[in-house]
């Protein structure tokens, strides 16, 4: 096979998106080369698009975004046996090391030579996938059913994200949550919590639509929105998340109020969140650290150690592709429709200006809630099954 031409969506400053053409060799041995079909856009790519940065992480290069993707297989290399041309297969972006200790151990999400597609914390930095096509090692090409489509495909990198804190939560049936943020994050660790047989979910957002959506589908059996305020002191700040933990545990739950509840999952990365997660829990907790908003922040710790609560950080996913694909797979009836979050959407390179644009809005210009845009890369002929 010879080197072919492709189309990618390059990111050269803030809101400076440009299609160019790169040239792509054939794949290597142990590789396969991959359509990109759909693609998920993620908040890390949001940050990128907006300001060129992701907090503390600053692009020195021109990058393409994109990390949460499914296609289908054009060709192989030849040592690969596990893929054929023609499969549907969900990315699994990461590419760690694979000879450092957290690697053997099976902690490579935490590997300190992690090279992550879209992400500018490498340099050279690791592109995307929203571009055409790309070669991708076929350890990291996921074989998704016939059952599942590509947009559930794409779904599997957050929902990954979501099982790999459950299993660091040690989550038990018969428990009772607390998700901090409504955005696509959070709601895919209710709905966690939920097959995992969590006898309680609360869902807490300063935006009232989305916790409503969460329990209108099944994400989650109570829903609160959060009081807006700004306090500014640390004082404040702390009265502030102590009144709305007070608020969280005299919610009313199968006739009796919700109480201290076992496990926290914190998705914003707002401060007060995370006070307010410390407060909630119960003696002996967790408060799983999902979100990456703030990056310095106060904390009540003492409130935290007094009571043995563990603050817990989750990075990405470990060991999650396949169990997740299981899973959507499986029908689970304790599991919501995840493709529900799929609320808007943009076909092919030249849309994902305005599909970037989209994912930076609370809602669209018909009203309806913006969770996760998803971007089918298709130009032109017949349309793929998402």
């Not at 829990?281 to 935290?304: D, N, Y």
């Not at 899973?327 to 849309?351: C, I, W």
Request: aromatic share 6%; glycine share 8%; net charge neutral.
């Amino acid at each position: 096979m010879s080197d072919t031409k492709v189309n990618a969506s390059v990111l050269h400053g803030a809101k400076d998106l440009r299609i160019e053409q790169r040239t792509l060799p054939a794949p290597s041995a142990n590789e396969v080369q991959v359509a990109v079909q759909a693609t998920g856009l993620c908040g890390s790519d949001l940050h990128y698009f907006s300001h060129y940065r992701n907090g503390q992480i600053l692009v020195r290069e021109p990058i393409t975004l994109g990390h949460e993707s499914a296609g289908i297989v054009t060709a192989i290399g030849s040592d690969v046996a596990n893929l054929k041309v023609g499969d549907r297969v969900a990315l699994e972006v990461g590419l760690p090391c694979e000879q450092c200790d957290f690697c053997k151990s099976g902690r490579y999400n935490i590997c300190k030579g992690m090279n992550f597609r879209s992400s500018a914390k490498a340099f050279p930095h690791s592109q995307g996938t929203l571009q055409e096509r790309i070669n991708h090692p076929a350890r990291w090409c996921h074989m998704l059913p016939e059952s599942l489509s590509l947009e559930y495909g794409a779904i599997v990198e957050p929902l990954s994200v979501a099982m790999h804190a459950r299993g660091r939560a040690n989550l038990q049936q018969g428990t009772t949550v607390l998700v901090l943020g409504a955005g696509a994050v959070g709601l895919l660790c209710a709905a966690m919590a939920k097959v995992s047989g969590a006898k309680t979910v609360v869902i807490a957002d300063i935006l009232e639509d989305r916790v409503k959506f969460a329990v209108e589908n099944g994400f989650a059996d109570v829903a609160f929105t959060v009081p807006l305020a700004r306090p500014q002191t640390i004082e404040d700040k702390l009265a502030y998340a102590q009144d709305v933990a007070e608020k969280l545990k005299s919610l009313q739950a199968h006739g009796k109020p919700v109480g201290e509840v076992n496990v926290s999952f914190e998705c914003t990365g707002v401060e007060s969140c995370m006070h307010t997660a410390i407060y909630a829990t119960q003696p002996g907790g967790k408060v799983m650290i999902i979100g990456m908003g703030t990056p310095i922040q106060t904390l009540p710790i003492s409130a935290a150690s007094l009571k043995e609560v563990d603050l817990v950080g989750v990075f990405r996913y470990a060991n999650t592709y396949p169990e997740v694909i299981k899973l959507l797979a499986s029908k689970n009836e304790l599991m919501p429709d995840v493709g529900k979050l799929v609320t808007q959407r943009f076909r092919g390179l030249s849309n994902i200006p305005a599909a970037f644009d989209m994912a930076g809005k609370v809602k669209d210009e018909k009203g309806n809630l913006v969770l996760k845009v998803m971007v089918d890369m298709t130009e032109g002929g017949p349309k793929p099954r998402l």
